[in-house]
């Protein structure tokens, strides 16, 4: 069992049937009355935050989870088939885990997948950076470079983005999977 004194961003706590990661919290302690703490809980399956307010008698549960190093193979239905490079022991994750996200893993790449002490996958973490290969975008036209804004741009993965004029299809690009934006020529 956790107590207040033990919470700390990154925590992930059993709350209200579910399971929630603590985003932000601030210990308030009034000139009258018992201390509480205010905090910022990211629920992990969902991604809903709601706030809520803890007090000094209030205990919950730690939950420990672990993240392993899997590496993508392939797309098998909608599941997505991980291998683990130690033991080369595969294992099938839903497709629905990356969400809006799945268009920026490509086959080979190293992933972390997050896991509960249940073994249920709760959700697979990107490098910040991948580099795909622009697969079709508007032809460059002289003098389009007085306007900042860029050019639409697909991937091979079918990913879209807006990239600078310059970039031609065939080149790789590097993108922060955070934002799913442009960040230079790889």
Known sequence: ??????????????????????????????GKGP?????????????????????????????????????????????LVLMDSENYEQMHVDASVLGDKEKLISENMEVMVVMAPTGEVLGIDLPTNVIQVVAECEPNVKGNT???????????????LMVPFFVEAGEKIKIDTRTGEYIERA
């Open 1 to 30: 069992m956790a107590t207040m004194a033990d919470v700390r961003n990154g925590m992930i706590i059993e709350f209200k049937e579910g399971l929630y990661e603590i985003v932000d919290f601030l210990h308030v302690k009034p």
């Open 146 to 160: 007085a306007s900042g804004s860029g050019k639409v741009a697909y991937t091979d993965t079918g990913l879209r």
């Open 35 to 79: 201390a509480f703490m205010r905090t910022k809980l990211k629920n992990v399956r969902t991604g809903k935050v709601l706030d809520n307010t803890f007090r000094d008698s209030d205990n919950f549960n730690e939950v420990r989870i672990e993240r392993t190093k899997k590496e993508y193979l392939y797309r098998e239905g909608t599941f």
